[in-house]
């Protein structure tokens, strides 16, 4: 079982929509991170949390950590939002702070 | 400032052959990555770094190898490479302060035939 998974695994939303993409993990952590990877392009880090929510923009990212869970929060969804959304986690045990756990990515199409 | 650079962005490759992706990051950061991106795979860690001179194994180490000799650069080398090399590879380093940020460079696209 992988130890960061995402769901859903696709999204297909229309322009407007308010999406969620959700990241649950099986591990201790100290830091969960959002990123974002347009088609054929770069990877970008949207968020990094330790504790409660962040805002940039139309995206706001939100962790519990007592259920191990994260969402990401897209308002007033853009076909420019449609990406592969991954979520990554630093696992706080010795020696793995160093490294990112990675989801395998929900990928997002937001139509017009 | 041109953040986390790649070379080369594309490359075809014979079974066999060798070769070496460069990486270069001008932010000064100690933690570098090298990584693979497969189709539902996600993104595996090959080899990563945690300051000049230094180098350790990732997930999938099997078939690379890597070197930092200075601390901008962090070099991935496939000394035979394999059809299932055929990848995306995506090189990062990582602002450890209060921020805690992986910056990515904008990936090799190799194809081992």
């Known amino acids: 079982k992988n130890e960061v998974e995402q769901s859903p695994q696709n999204l297909t939303a229309q322009e407007g929509e308010f999406i969620t993409i959700n990241c649950s993990y099986s591990v201790g952590i100290s830091a969960l991170h959002w990123l974002q990877q347009h088609p054929g392009g770069g990877i970008v880090s949207l968020f990094m949390?330790?504790?409660g929510k962040k805002k940039h923009g139309r995206l706001i990212a939100t962790i519990n950590i007592q259920e191990k869970h994260s969402s990401l929060h897209i308002t007033a969804s853009h076909p420019r939002d449609s990406a592969v959304y991954i979520c990554?986690?630093?696992?706080?045990?010795?020696?793995?702070?160093?490294?990112?756990?990675f989801g395998k990515g929900t990928l997002l199409t937001v139509n017009p | 400032n041109a953040g986390v650079t790649q070379t080369p962005k594309f490359r075809v490759l014979k079974t066999g052959q060798s070769m070496t992706l460069l990486c270069a990051q001008d932010m000064n950061h100690e933690y570098m990555y090298w990584y693979r991106q497969d189709p539902g795979m996600g993104l595996r860690l090959i080899h990563y770094s945690v300051g000049e001179g230094t180098t350790a194994k990732g997930e999938v180490p099997d078939g690379y190898n890597v070197s930092r000799l200075k601390k901008q650069n962090f070099l991935l080398g496939l000394e035979s490479a394999a059809p299932s090399q055929t990848s995306v590879y995506f090189c990062?380093?990582?602002?450890?302060?209060?921020?805690?940020?992986?910056?990515f460079g904008p990936g090799t696209r190799l194809t081992v035939l």
């Open positions: 949390l330790s504790s």
């Open positions: 990554a986690v630093t696992k706080n045990s010795g020696g793995s702070n160093y490294k990112l756990t």
């Open positions: 990062a380093s990582r602002d450890y302060g209060t921020a805690d940020t992986q910056y």
